[in-house]
């Protein structure tokens, strides 16, 4: 079975500029997960998704931050305009509606703001 | 709100030996769930082993196990026969039980395997 898809792996980009973060949930799985890793602050949830509805959004950051379920296999994050404390480690999750509990990761998205 | 301390930054252990991680977490919530997972040099999270609080049995999961001391709120993991690919980040996670599924972590081990 494939796993939680994260695409780019990795994203250079430069300040001001505007980028996207792709994630495609695990076949089944109605709820979606956005994380950010940092050195300083760790793990941290931005947003999460039931049924492709947002739930909790209190973990972003701030209004250049959004993210979109336009169906249940598909979810992006935007940053815009981006800028260098957004570099950070982006992981998205998955889990299924019965075992809501368990969060399954994908290989997240490396981005780094020049 | 929920915080989740791991104080040990970093550990080592030889390859074969038993080494525990330490996870302690503040909450004042009765239903929650505990977690670790495992962070190899890939960066992909897998999770180790889950426990649910009501649960007075400890979880176990082939030669990973946790000391779950609810009123101590400790939740350690005991890797046994340890293996040069356990190596890796290992983050303590905390969720509250109910409609609410965040996941809470704490800050990481880093535990080295030496052969």
């Known amino acids: 079975d494939a796993g939680v898809i994260q695409s780019p792996r990795h994203e250079v980009t430069e300040m001001g500029q505007e980028v996207t973060l792709r994630c495609k949930p695990i076949s089944g799985h109605n709820s979606l997960f956005w994380y950010r890793q940092t050195m300083m602050r760790g793990l941290e949830l931005l947003i999460y998704f039931n049924n492709n509805v947002p739930i909790d959004d209190s973990g972003m950051p701030e209004d250049r931050f959004s993210a979109k379920m336009p169906n249940a296999s598909f979810s992006t994050l935007k940053i815009q305009p981006s800028e260098p404390r957004d570099s950070a480690v982006y992981f998205c999750?998955?889990?299924?509606?019965?075992?809501?509990?368990?969060?399954?990761f994908g290989p997240g998205t490396r981005l780094t703001v020049l | 709100a929920q915080t989740v301390t791991q104080s040990q930054p970093e550990m080592s252990v030889q390859e074969a030996e038993t080494v525990t991680l330490s996870c302690t977490y503040d909450t004042s919530e009765n239903n929650y769930y505990l977690f670790w997972y495992k962070q190899p040099p890939s960066r992909q999270m897998i999770l180790v082993i889950r426990?649910?609080?009501?649960?007075?049995q400890n979880a176990t999961e082939n030669r990973f196990s946790v000391n779950f001391q609810k009123a101590a709120k400790s939740f350690s993991l005991k890797i046994s026969d340890s293996q040069l690919g356990d190596t890796a980040m290992y983050f303590c996670?905390?969720?509250?039980?109910?409609?609410?599924?965040?996941?809470?972590f704490g800050k990481g081990t880093l535990l080295t395997v030496n052969p």
């Open positions: 996670a905390f969720m509250k039980g109910g409609s609410n599924y965040k996941l809470t």
């Open positions: 999750a998955s889990s299924f509606e019965k075992r809501i509990d368990t969060q399954y």
């Open positions: 426990q649910e609080a009501y649960k007075q």
